[in-house]
């Protein structure tokens, strides 16, 4: 009769009981889904400069496109990363255009991966990165070789800091 008992009692529970869920293979899961998702987050949005460039601060609201950039240190001038040119150089060339500069960017024209269709037809688009110390003389130099490029979207790199409302 104890058995019996016990027996039934048993049976019973194990009808009650409710399947396992093995949640080893579901965290890999979702682990592997929010590394993802950290990586990808911020690509393409955020454009560091190097460190002997300081950018001058601005309330701005819209973000930075992906574009061909150029960099405008106290001592030299890189486009994508390479050296071009020195900044003597252009600051000798007042309101010219600077001949290297305007061949470099020439021969980057259209050549950018992550341009899109619609911003390739609207014409080629670069960002300047200068100095805050860097003059606009010589701004306005860079300015001109880059539209003598078929540059004609120019835009310059900035700090955002909160806005003044």
């Known amino acids: 009769m104890k058995n019996t008992r016990r027996l039934k009692r048993m049976a019973r529970a194990k ?54 950039v150029m960099m405008v240190s106290e001592h030299q001038i890189l486009i994508q990363g390479v050296p071009v040119a020195s900044y003597e150089e252009v600051q000798r060339n007042e309101g010219g255009v600077v001949e290297p500069i305007r061949v470099s960017l020439q021969k980057l024209r259209g050549n950018v991966i992550g341009l899109s269709a619609e911003a390739i037809a609207k014409g080629n688009e670069i960002t300047i990165m200068a100095h805050r110390t ?10 001109s070789s880059c539209t003598s490029a078929g540059y004609s979207s120019i835009s310059l790199a900035v700090n955002q800091k909160a806005s003044q409302n």
């Open 134 to 143: 860097v003059p606009f003389k010589v701004l306005k130099t860079l300015m």
């Open 15 to 68: 009808r009650n009981s409710v399947g396992g869920l093995n949640l080893t293979s579901l965290m890999d899961v979702f682990t592997i889904l929010v590394f993802f998702l950290l990586v990808n987050q911020s690509v393409g949005e955020v454009v560091e400069p190097p460190k002997e460039i300081k950018l001058p601060d601005s309330v701005v609201d819209a973000m930075p496109r992906q574009t061909v």
